[in-house]
């Protein structure tokens, strides 16, 4: 079932934050901090408010003044801390690229023009632009106001893994470097702000996932009630995780309207978005693997140490990343014991946080490279060891190494299908065949867990007012249509087709006849929206019981009218029926212009009820994973260190599968955002904290030559948790493509004796890992 | 800044006259002065495709182009190829295929496709397809959607075959 909003952007007449005007808008252009680390000790704005066009120019301390600061941190992170932050910083920017001054006019080129008139006197101060650095004894500070660059540490241990250790027969290990990119969203950040003074009322129009967090964030820290807060996310042209996240030119331009009493628009440029937009990744790990004799996996021991920037974002928290590498690694196998560190480090770089897959790749690549390394060792094939070690298909429910509750996985299932799906035997027959001609193809496998329909422990329980439920109101229209408002958006995922879906199905009306809405505050239930791979898990859930309410209306009232049993009718493509023999009695759009224009028809007291609203929140288990497992072929000229991806692989098991189209594209795009991690994303900076390939010229994203094919095949393990049964998928693509690809390049490497234990895996690092350069 | 300076050119078949600071690019004209917002810009250095429209029949990258440079040409929108029906099976197919998530880059990717298929006469292998559109920046399908669409309109194009829906659902595509 195609989307039905897809018409419309094929169009062109989609309506992106980026394409909106209102009356009377100003635009908000920002200077930049140019350093890494900078006191500000003096802005001079004289030239810039008597610039053309120039309405306000405002500073830190201007903003300060109506909007309280935040702090990123979660009460379930014991320990965890990091320091205030306001929307322009008063007198200290931690990182290149930090707006520092505000600056208002009629159009963003004469924002632009007065910005460059402005002139700020800074004294740059010593940066910490390494992970070595922020932990240097007595070396230089991110924050003087925290005694260290420690923002967070937790450990796990279960006991016994150095006895496990000293008894194994192998161990393996390795060192692990991944780079940190970012989410380049095509359409980048872009925010309206328009407060009327008139009525002290604030109106966001918002390129994000999750306008009901703004809606309070907006209320609570520029104290305007939250009934007179709207958030408006219309078209958002990508997202990803970059578009939840509270950024500071975001709360400036709310305290610009605010400030004005005006409609303020920033829309980043590309530049902007790469020094401002969050930054993900970016993990140091040391691992090893103790390994039976046979090649079975006995304990993991891991040290993560991750660099987040200069401060945690708020409200998720940017340790949420490291978080999960240090639960999930692992997460797949059968293990005796677990034992890791994790360290969350400040830098003065732009801040880390959550972007597809939090930590899901980390924790593969890591995972996966032993397990590779445990079967050379041992001599078994890379299938033979996974088949061997993987938490088997009938051991359910079960508890993971490191305490995440598991309902039902699928892995045994998953992995005979990607042998299968893969061709296995004839890749590797196709590989030494070629491999004699001295060319050197690799194949690489990687399984996966995947965290789907988080419960409220998830943020809830850390005091972050970041909701677990969401929310539908479904409405019957007189002429017998549906609308349907659910607090889950739309990003292009397909949201709206999956829960017009749902309802169609679960009310009994054509999906032509349902007009589902998304993404206003004003309009919509509160809910979580979209993050965590949530939007079919609970969303549709949350639509399905609501469509479900009110067909119990519907049929209660038709009763009624037919004097009939309502227990004995059905609601079948907009027609109410006769449940034993589908015999049609009155049209749905019958019973409504009965109910709405001539209730005086009905006998006393008939309660003629046509919308439904109903609230969800996962109480089952704490996630409801979603597994799976990748496959990749790759050629790497040894020559160049170019590497030629020739095709992808997935076996994914999201539970339910509402929609084939959605759940694939879902995947194959989650996949090339992994393969772009893998082969060429990289936020590079200079050793004085410059960021030095802030464009798409330089900063290399994954583009259509460059991609394979992805043949994708399923397993359907629904939860039982809900009467939907479906999990996420979102992010299955993204969390075990680079892994794969890890091991298929370490695979066409093996010849050599070469490996390589970093990504991305770069020409230059190939060469290098070959000792060529 | 310098003074506005008068532009006409033929934009979507229609002639359009305005006054515009030449530093203004023909995307941000389009997009701010004629309210044709189906054009998007995604990088403004002609790297990521979003802003692509047909000028007097080539495909070019409007966030690079000065609106002042477009002085008398012909100019065609994804709005404009849309309404006179010139891309009529590229939507389609893309729309069955589910070519799109989020549709930002999509009027690009369009133009791309559209000026591809005018250029060739027969159906283009995946590969030929890839490398047009390597232009093109996607960052939610993974392409190969995208890829499918382009090669069922195509053989609707090149071999007057079937509509592009049911080229689809031969191949085993479901809608």
Known sequence: MPRPNAKRLLAGRGRYVTDITLPRMLHAAFVRCPFAHARIFSVNADAARAAPGVRLVATGADLARICTPWVGTLDHFKGMKSPPQLPLPVDIAVWAGQA???????????????AELVEIEFEELPAVTDLDMAQEPGGAKVSAVLPDNMCFRAGLDNGNVDELFASAAHVVEGDFTFGRHTGVTLEPRAIIADYDPSEERLTVHHATQTPYQFQDLYSRHYGIPESRVRVVAPDVGGSFGIKLHVYHEDMAVVGLSILLGRPVKFAADRTEAFVSDIHARDHRVKARAAVGADGTLLAFQVEDETAIGAFSTYPRTSAVEGNQVIRLIGAPYRLKGYQADLKVLFQNKVQTSQ????????????????????????????????ARNLIPDDAYPCTSATGYQFERLSHEACLSKLKALMDYDRLRA?????????????????????????????YGVGGARISAQDGAILKITPSGEVRCLISVTEQGQGTEAII?????????????AIRVITGDTEVTPHGGATWACRGAGIGGETALQAAKKLKGQVLALAGTILQANGEDLDLRDGEVVDRANGQPRISLAEVARIAYFRSDTLPKGTDAQLTAAHHFAPQGYPFAFTNGIHGSHVEVDVETGLVKILKHFVVEDCGRIINPLLVEEQVRGGVVQGLGAAFFEECRYDEAGQLTNGSLADYLVPMSCEMPDILIDHVETPTADTELGAKGCGEAGTAAASAAALNAVNDALSPFGAAISQIPMTPARLLKALGTI | MTAPVPVSLIVNGTEVSRLVAP???LADFLRFDLELTGTHTGCEMGACGACLVMMDGEAVHACLVFAVQAVGSRIETVEGLAERGAIADLQAAFHVRNALQCGFCTPG?????????????????REEIRDALSGNYCRCTGYEAIVDAVTAAAQTRCCGGARPAD?????????
Request: hydrophobic share 45%; charged share 20%.
């Open chain 1, 430 to 458: 196709d590989q030494a065949e070629a491999r004699a001609r001295g060319v050197h193809r690799g194949i690489g496998i990687a399984a996966f867990v995947e965290i789907t329909n988080p419960s409220p422990a998830f």
């Open chain 2, 23 to 25: 530093r203004t690019t």
């Open chain 2, 109 to 125: 990717m369009l133009v791309t496709a559209h000026a591809l298929l005018e250029r060739v006469d027969e159906v283009p292998s």
């Open chain 1, 100 to 114: 520092v001054v505000a600056v208002v006019a009629d159009t963003r080129a004469l924002a632009e023009d007065a």
């Open chain 2, 167 to 175: 080229a689809l659902q031969d191949e085993g595509v479901q809608p």
């Open chain 1, 500 to 512: 017009g879906q749902i309802v169609a199905d679960h009310l009994g009306v054509p999906q032509t």
């Open chain 1, 355 to 386: 972007y597809r897959a939090v930590g899901h790749p980390i924790a593969c690549a890591v995972t996966e490279r032993l397990v590779d390394l445990a079967a050379e060792k041992t001599g078994l094939d890379p299938f033979a060891i996974r």
